[in-house]
């Protein structure tokens, strides 16, 4: 029975807080999401990436500890597109449940910071849909809610990167979506 989450909170760029009462180990991914998004405002600007800690969640803490291990994948990526390199290939943990959806979802951004590095990125993985639930007032809704946000500032850098080709029937042609 997960704690109710404050709505009326912001916090960095619109994030959505989650407090220690609310949930200890969803506070840490909520930070942790913070120093991401601070991180993703560097992108494109010519400053290196500065140097952050993210917050860990231990094993024996709860399956927000697969968020906080893809946290670091989506910083090093962060930071890969910072430097001008590509981001290495991942392996993003998952799990089921809401925890599930917003370990989906990381994996999802991740695939957006690919993109932004001029990588490859299949149509289908590049416009898959997040995982957000509006509706639940939970720390892992809250948290799908800001990574909404996260994935919206990746975009934001450099929409023409994004852009959705979808081939005419006949395929001698393009139209651009």
């Known amino acids: 029975n997960e704690a109710m989450v404050s709505s009326d909170k912001t916090a960095t760029g619109g994030l959505r807080a989650i407090s220690d009462d609310a949930s200890t180990t969803g506070a840490r991914i909520f930070r942790n999401q913070e120093k991401l998004l601070a991180q993703i405002a560097v992108m494109g600007s010519g400053q290196p990436a500065p140097s952050i800690e993210l917050e860990t969640v231990t094993d024996n803490e709860g399956p927000e500890t697969v968020l906080a291990h893809n946290q670091v994948l989506l910083l090093e990526g962060i930071n890969c597109v910072i430097a001008g390199t590509a981001p290495p290939s991942a392996t993003f943990k998952i799990h089921s449940l809401e925890v599930g959806k917003a370990a989906a979802n990381q994996k999802i951004i991740y695939d957006q910071l690919r993109a932004l590095a001029s990588q490859t990125v299949p149509e289908k993985e590049l416009h ?50």
Request: glycine residues 2%; proline residues 6%.
């Open 128 to 177: 898959a849909p997040l995982q957000v639930n509006m509706a639940l007032m939970t720390p892992a809704a809250t948290l799908q809610r800001n990574q909404k946000l996260i994935f919206e500032a990746v975009r934001a850098k450099n929409p023409s990167a994004f852009v959705r080709i979808k081939e005419e029937e006949a395929g001698c042609c393009c139209v651009v979506q």
